[in-house]
Each structure stands twice: as C-alpha cells, then as structure tokens.
C-alpha cells in the first residue's frame, strides 16, 4: 500500500501565496513522477504542475510564471509553491505519484498511480 498525505490548503486573498505539500509513504521502491492536479466544482480534473526523478518539470500554461513545483526525493515529498493566485485558481488540489512499490518482498513490475485526498485551496476576489 502507499499513501500519499496533503497539507497546506487555505483561503488566500487575490495576489497573494500558499505553499502545498505532498508526502508519499508505504512500501514504497521509488517514486517516479510526482505532480499536482485540482478540480474547480463543475470541472474536470486538470494537470497543474508535474517533476520527475530528474527534476524535470511541466506546467499548465495557466499557471506558468506563478506556481513552483520542487520535491525531496529522500523524503518521496513534493512541493507546490503558488504565487500571485487569482480566484480562478480556487479548486481543491490533489496530490499524484507514479509509485514503483513492494510486492511481499519483490518490486512489482509495473508502476500504480495514486492521489492524495486533495486539499482545498480558494481564492477570495
């Protein structure tokens, strides 16, 4: 099993920041790529940011130039640092991480997917 823990959802005025984090844990062997999605109410999910191993990141062409996304790779964390949010950013904000994990005491091959339970992040105008 692995679990993946949110924090830092808050309300936060127009302009201002809100840092988000996400550790994953469990039998876990690595972890792969770790992002940030976030859904609005009516809305379908929608990628905000995602990092590699590497370091190697992607972003939502709406939030390129406010939003920072890191990760600990010792502490299989990742970050979401949001600058200048606007009210279109209010959603709640779930954790993703492409986990190779345990099986009894063998790598399962192939990797699995998990989220976090999400976290609210709103946006006063």
């Known amino acids: 099993q692995v679990h993946l823990v949110e924090s830092g959802g808050a309300l936060v005025q127009t302009g201002g920041s809100l840092g988000l984090s996400c550790a994953a844990s469990g039998e876990i062997f690595s972890v792969v790529t770790m992002g940030w999605f976030r859904q609005a109410p009516g809305n379908q999910r929608e990628l905000v940011a995602t990092i590699t191993t590497d370091g190697i990141t992607d972003y939502a062409d709406s939030v390129k130039g406010r939003f920072a996304i890191s990760r600990d790779n010792a502490m299989n964390t990742v970050y979401l640092q949001m600058d200048s949010v606007k009210p279109e950013d209010t959603a709640v904000y779930y954790c993703?991480?492409?986990?190779?994990?345990?099986?009894?005491?063998?790598?399962?091959?192939?990797?699995?997917?998990?989220w976090g339970q999400g976290t609210q992040v709103t946006v006063s105008s």
């Open positions: 993703n991480a492409r986990v190779y994990y345990y099986s009894g005491s063998q790598v399962w091959p192939h990797p699995g997917d998990y």
